[in-house]
């Protein structure tokens, strides 16, 4: 352990910060301190926490981008129903187009 500063040759002192503990010296120097096991374990614990939870908010939005079924004929098929979700095409004060897909052929077609 460094008790003096490489840099200028200063007393080290102890900081912590979100945790991590760390030797800072007054001309900017820092090196962090090698965490004991626990900490390092409640560290990893958190990462993975914060990944599932990443996880979790991405199948969360899988859901919600799933387009509500409407009832529409298929031009191509003929069948009645159809997933349906709203584009905007060109500026923003143009209407947004509705596109529709069949949910048998898959052919997809807009509306204005
Ligand atoms: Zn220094
Ligand atoms: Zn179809």
């Known amino acids: ?28 120097f820092e090196e962090e301190l090698e965490l004991d096991k626990k900490e390092l374990e409640k560290k990893i ?4 926490e914060d990944l599932e939870k990443n996880l979790i908010i991405v ?13 529409r004929i298929c031009p191509k098929c003929g069948h009645d129903k159809a997933e349906a979700w709203q ?7 143009e209407p947004s187009t509705s596109f529709f897909r069949c949910l048998k052929c898959k ?5 204005y």
């Open 1 to 28: 352990m460094v008790d003096f500063c490489p840099e200028c040759g200063s007393l080290l002192r102890k900081r912590t910060k979100d945790g991590t503990k760390y030797l800072v010296c007054k001309c900017g």
């Open 45 to 48: 614990q958190k990462k993975k």
């Open 59 to 71: 199948n969360q939005e899988d859901k919600i981008s799933v387009h509500p079924t409407v009832n």
């Open 87 to 93: 584009e905007q095409t060109r500026s923003a004060d």
């Open 107 to 111: 052919h997809t077609w807009r509306e």
